[in-house]
């Protein structure tokens, strides 16, 4: 049994597939702030909705962003940990591919996220293959809408970034997929049709040095 | 029956920490810092603490397997941190523990990190007094707690209204131009000589009046700025800042402060015991004057050893422990991490 889950987005989606990527229990819940609350309960009745334990459990995928970093570490640091004990693989995906296979579209398109700081995460990708995968071929990177928007121009674009900043990427779709899906990243993995990486958290950023104020409240 | 096999996770700041123990034994101390990527900041930068928890969480709890030759699968319950510390980092471990919990199909208990560094000493001299009071001292707080028991809970006394102790010694040390953390480096260069009466510098909120109000609150805001002006004087007239005698006399002022007040709180409660945690306990003028004035006061001093006053992973699977043996109810699974979590609060239940 493949456990799925990413929480580079306000989403926590978690998955269950069989070797063969059909999908045995899923949740999605959207809560940009409790991703440390959501994620442990939301794996633990996806075990039990799929009368699982996780001795079952023959890997595991983990979306590694682009995304707000602390709700990213939150999925990357429970995958290795959990990869660790039950000693089973950990598949790594960028959460932008996973966003990019859920566009139905025939059509080369191009995925945007939020990034906060009026900033988005992107990419592009090819049209789809016969197997469904997409090839990513710019990105993934960040950038303010206003920078990348000729770069996108005249792509449907994918994700939480298009319903954000619909006017600044020229975006007209009206059924714009917002979150990545645990779903589709458990088939993909488990198919084989989305490309496999490290489970290493992809920032693209580097770290603010904003220094803990006031009396700090650790020891 | 076997005492229970606990696994503790640190991640309250920027030290990810891993222990193991059993009962009130100490099997496994795994611990990694990210210290060194902080030092040319002067201070700890959270979004590097949070990112070196997450690369450093599986390695430490593979060396602290090893060390204790025990199996993830063997253990009991985990125990982590849920509070106070920087939320960031107190989310990796958290989660990470979660991880753990969840796969082993085991209790998870999120704890506070200031009841943990009391519940430290179990490893080092067994049970706690049955009624003491705790001093903890360190970069991010000086509190003076009342403990009964603790695993039912502490009673904040008095803390600091505003630098921590630890604080006050990595902003002289920055003044004196010492390396970060400035803990060890005031410490080496007060006993390289130093003349501790060189210059007598505030003793903050000792004042009859302020004792009225703040009789167990420390300050050390004040200090650190007497130390400042002092050192700025001397360079202004072209002297030389004799590092040493300086360091000395500030380190003097802050330990005076923090034994007498510590041990004023002992007779107030009427506690015969005294335990200092936190990384300052590792200061060697402190274990000294705490250890004196104590003796005269009828006091009997406890200091876990320097490795386990510092942040680590055992002081946690040791309250862990302690929860575990008390017979106490685990943590949810959706145990969120809370970085200002009341010390009155042991277990996040
Ligand atoms: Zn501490």
């Keep these: 049994m493949l456990l799925a889950f990413d929480t580079s987005s306000a989403a926590v989606t978690v998955a269950l597939a069989t070797p063969a990527g059909e999908i045995v229990a899923s949740s999605t819940t959207v809560d940009a702030l409790r991703h440390g609350e959501l994620l442990a309960p939301a794996i633990a009745a996806a075990l039990e909705t799929a009368g699982v334990t996780p001795r079952d459990l023959t890997g595991i995928a983990v979306g590694v962003g682009p995304g707000p970093f602390t709700g990213l570490r939150v999925g990357l640091v429970t995958a290795r940990t959990m990869g660790e004990v039950l000693g089973i693989e950990v598949s790594g995906v960028c959460s932008l591919d996973i966003l990019a296979r859920q566009s139905t579209l025939t059509l080369p398109v191009a995925v945007a996220t939020d990034a906060r700081r009026k900033e988005i995460y992107w990419a592009l990708y090819d049209g789809p293959a016969a197997d469904g995968s997409r090839r990513r071929l710019e990105g993934p990177a960040v950038d303010k809408p206003a920078e990348v928007a000729h770069v996108l121009s005249g792509l449907p674009v994918i994700g939480r970034g298009a319903v954000l900043y619909a006017d600044a990427l020229n975006v007209v779709a009206d059924d714009v997929v917002e979150y990545p899906s645990a779903e589709v990243l458990a088939t993909g993995v488990a198919t084989r049709t989305l490309e496999v990486v490290a489970p290493d958290p992809l920032y693209l950023r580097r770290p603010d040095v904003t220094m803990s104020s006031g009396p700090k409240s650790v020891l | ?349």
């Design chain 2, 1 to 349: 029956m076997s005492e229970p096999l606990i696994l503790g996770i640190e991640t309250s700041c920027d030290e990810t920490g891993v222990g193991i123990v059993r009962g009130q034994t100490l099997l496994a101390d795994a611990i990694a810092s990210s210290v060194e990527e902080h030092a040319r900041f002067g201070g700890v930068v959270p979004e590097v603490a949070s990112r070196a928890h997450l690369e450093a969480m599986v390695p430490t709890i593979r060396r602290a397997c090893e060390t204790a030759g025990i199996k993830p699968t063997d253990v009991d319950a985990v125990a982590v941190t849920s509070g106070p510390g920087l939320a960031g980092a107190l989310l990796v471990g958290v989660a990470a523990a979660k991880g753990l919990a969840l796969s082993l199909d085991k209790p998870i208990y999120g704890v506070n990190h200031l009841a943990a560094h009391v519940a430290v000493d179990t490893l080092e001299h067994g049970d706690l007094p049955k009624g003491c009071v705790a001093m903890l001292v360190s970069g991010g707080h000086s509190s003076l707690l009342a403990v009964e028991d603790i695993t039912e809970g502490v009673v904040p006394m008095g803390s600091t209204i505003d630098d921590a102790a630890g604080e006050a010694f990595d902003k002289v040390a920055r003044v004196l131009g010492l390396p970060f953390p400035g803990g060890p480096w005031i410490d080496k260069a007060a006993r390289d000589g130093g003349d501790r009466m060189y210059v007598t510098f505030p003793r903050g909120l000792t004042s009859q009046r302020d004792l009225e109000r703040h009789r167990f609150d420390f300050s050390f805001s004040g200090l650190k700025t007497a130390v400042a002006r002092w050192v700025e004087a001397k360079r202004r007239d072209g002297e030389d800042v004799p590092v040493n005698h300086v360091a000395a006399a500030f380190q003097e002022a802050v330990c005076d402060v923090l034994t007498r007040k510590a041990i004023d709180a002992c007779k107030d409660r009427g506690f015969e015991h005294l335990l200092i945690g936190g990384g300052v306990a590792a200061n060697s003028r402190l274990r000294v004057m705490a250890e004196e004035r104590a003796a005269a006061a009828g006091i009997a001093v406890r200091v876990p050893r320097p490795g386990l006053c510092t942040d680590n992973g055992a002081m946690v699977a040791a309250l862990g422990s302690e929860l575990v043996r008390s017979g106490k109810a685990p943590s949810p699974l959706d145990l969120p991490a809370d970085s200002s979590m009341p010390v009155t609060e042991v277990l996040n239940a």
